[in-house]
């Protein structure tokens, strides 16, 4: 027999740069036949762990190595992918670090809750790869299906099945509006190439059926940010849902809409203003509006929460707003603050509901009331929170105060090295005044762990694998406050990627 | 005598070390707490002493990169002068006698002495550090010790004080650091270089070409940052009720060095990178200094609570300090060809009223503490003939309210007489000499306030409104933080040459290099 060796090694080569992807999938595969073999959730659960670990350490080298390739030209693998691709890895790995002993995951379905977790994951990924809006849907649907499964596995929970059946028809009205966009966009342009077309829209100008494409675009992807006005599915979702899942859905699936939003509208965009810069100008306002609407509108209900959860879920509305500021400015700068503030939203929101998720477990609760005197009860736990809320809150010296610094610093200064501009300096301000408010309710949680006397000053033990995953938390939160060198370098070129993709 | 050891990040650490210790107390060793913290920052203060006569200081410096990425250049730099040399000093001696003094008010003695360190690391911080960002991180981490001082060891209406504190000053800093952002960014595009760096050198040297507009706007945004801090009216609201429901030992270093933090802000910063700005802003800053000089000393007068009275008289003296500053920027405006020594006056005085106010206003949060603590109120209708129960604390508080009324020979003097005289001048070169009416205006009311006060509370007979029985005079510890601030008040009254020497080489460079970027 003659196999020719080298055509195997093309297909290497070709796969080499969705491989990290692959094993997640592959792994994915693996998980509900682990769960049959052993009959033990935490086998699984760790099972799951490997894989995600090896395929992270080889993207992270992947990464290290400047390496870049494209799959068939509809997946590329750049700085920013490998960047965002090892951001939903990490999201992932400190969800199932909790899912692994939290009671709130069904016993029933182990298996099928974390292929569903790692094929939801892998499909965060291809986004980060994908250049074609057709690619880019697929994606967002192969993150979409599995949620909604992951949000209702909490069966019999009323309030769970509530979130689930609204994610389902809300997730099921963005996709259907994205699609619209999609079809409209290929019918004026004749491609589903980002590239395409912006220099379709750059030379026809906006139409009354691009626009639409646009706004419809907008919409369907929005909603799965939450901005407002299509936030109102993601508390209850957040709330409704067992707390692991939405660890993943408030850190992952939420930047997976920005990534979106940095594929599509950034893109086009950053494309037509380098050649027509006059014309972008109308969309920037559209985008400054949102943001500054999706913080406000975030931040103040949030005020009147009395459920953590629920309160963390606003604030993340809240947080999306920040990272809209990018698409207003549209400059590298600003792509780069963003991203540095995803990676910051994801350690620090990510470890408030790792401990939200403790208490949950230690049958503690998770309203304001029942975080009175915990500082008595447990205080590590107590000041991992306090360091998170700070951090959310943008205190210094923490990582959430280092990401408002560069996201804020860039409607200041369009550019770096360029001049000061006052056209997105009220955004700034409304970011700020937003920081401040939501310093009130990060601080009546602090309040009531710190200075509030609860009922019992009582123990109670932390699952070894939930710290973990606090501890890895605050340990990415503090290293991108005090040493943000290294992150805002790989931040930096990731945005460069983004920008060398226009021509 | 320093060149090998990094003798200002031992400022920041020794003070962060000790906090650390103190954390980890376990229960039952908590009064150890006490003298873990009395010699960290006894040490501190010994290092501080001997940083105020330390002549060379520029050898002292330290410049490390911090984040050098995506063309952002933040550096770890500590610098001292002048300025900084007397604001340390003040930090080192407050911090080390409120330690001494210690608030007996604690359930948990060895956390409040976590946050006094705390505290410490953020206010060395303020005042050495010469990078915006290293300067903006530690302008907040002086909250939330602050914060939690208020909240736990608080009167009774602590967590509304605390909260209101927090995110007054807190909303006063964010746009504060939009303003450094704008410098900043801006400074760079001035000097052409690809690099933003955030140090205050690279900064101020492009003080010269930013445009006039720009210079205005920004600093406004400084300005508001800072007036909040110091605070000034209309933005003091926060500053009575943070006062009112914190401990004895919050109070004294919120109104001795916190509030410094504003008006050091406003020289070291506002000023330094924005002459143009600051001209244009000059009698607008005079407006604010001498609005919060009359209301503070008229709301005053209105106080019944002893320790709100001397809060109140707190906006009064910072008023002070911001009038010796608009003082020189006013003889500058309006002076054909500005002579440098009367140029520099305001700014000398603003500093040495500054520290004064450091020194008087610890006296009097510290007497008004012990006398709520002691007598269980400080309601002073119900007050009378402590003199007689209590002769230490009695002295110490006419002391006190002598020097902050300004009496010659102690060192409240010096800083209002100095201030005073320097807005004579300013006032001069303005053409309304008749301002100078508001000053005296303030030291009347002053002497009037606390001379009543003083005769309501200690003299006369013993009050039978409440129960004196079990009132006791100051403890020894308590005595001995008292009196040497009494000392000091004396020395620095009878001796000013002492710290006017510190500040007036400090004062006439800055005005040089003030001076030089107003240059065409």
Redesign the interface.
Known sequence: MNIDVSSIMDVFDSIAPVLPILILIIGALFMPAIQMIFKRGKVTAATALVVVIISAALNAHMLYHGQTGEFSSLFVYDAFSGLLILLFQAVVFIAILVASVSRETTARHVGAFYALLLVATSGMCFVATATDLLTIFVGVEMVSIPSYAMVALKRHDSRASEAAVKYVIIGGLSSGLTVYGISMLFGLSGTTNILGIASYVEGAGYSAALIIALATMIAGYGFKIALVPFHSWAPDVYEGAATPVSIFLSTGSKKMGIVVFIKIFFVLFVFIQSTKAGMTEGMQYVFAILAAVTMTVGNVVAIAQTNVKRMLAYSSIAQAGYMMIAFAVLSQ?AL?GTIYYMFAHVFMKGGAFVIVAILIHAGIGETLKDYRGLAKRAPLLSALMLIFL?SLAG???LGG?TAK??L??SA??TD?????TAQW?WL??VA??N??IS??YY?RVI?AM??EKGETEEKFKVPVPMMVAAILCVLGVILMGV????F??Y??EAAAAIMSLLP | MFDEIPILTLMLVIPLVGAALTLMMGKGKEKFAKYVAGIFSGIVLILATILLFEENVAALAENHV???????RISYILEIDGLSKLMVFLTALLIFLVVVFESSESDRPNYYHTLVMLMQVGLMGVYLSADY?LF??MW??T??PM??MI??YGGPRR?YAA?KF??YT??AS??M??GI??MS??A??LLG????DFSFAVVASAAPLFEKA?QILVFGMLFFGFAVKMPMVPFHTWLPDAHVEAPTGGSVLLAGVMLKMGSYGIIRIALNVFPEGSIWWAEIIMVVALVSIVYGAYACVAQTDLKKMVAYSSINHMGMVLLGIAASLLYIKYTASPVESLASLGITFAVFQMFAHGLVTAVLFMVCGFTGHSVGTREMPLLGGLAGKMPYLATFMMIGFMASLGLPGLVGFWGEFGVIFSFYVGAEAMGHIWLIVFCLLSIMLNAGFYIWAMQRTLFGRETTKIDMSKVHDVSKAQGFSLAVLCIFIALFGIWPDLALGVIEPFASSFIDIFQGALLP
């Open positions: 700068w780069t700070f205190i210094p010296p105060f610094f560069f804020f610093s200041i200064v770096l090295g360029g001049a000061v300096m700034a301000f700020i005044i920081s401040a310093l009130y601080a309040k710190y200075v040493y943000p060198g290294p805002l370098h931040c930096s | 911090w984040i050098d990425a995506a063309n952002i960002f903006y991180i907040e981490v909250l939330i914060y939690f909240s736990w967590h909260i927090f995110i807190h909303v964010l746009v650091l939009i952002f704008a960014f801006q760079a595009e270089s690809p690099i933003v720009f």
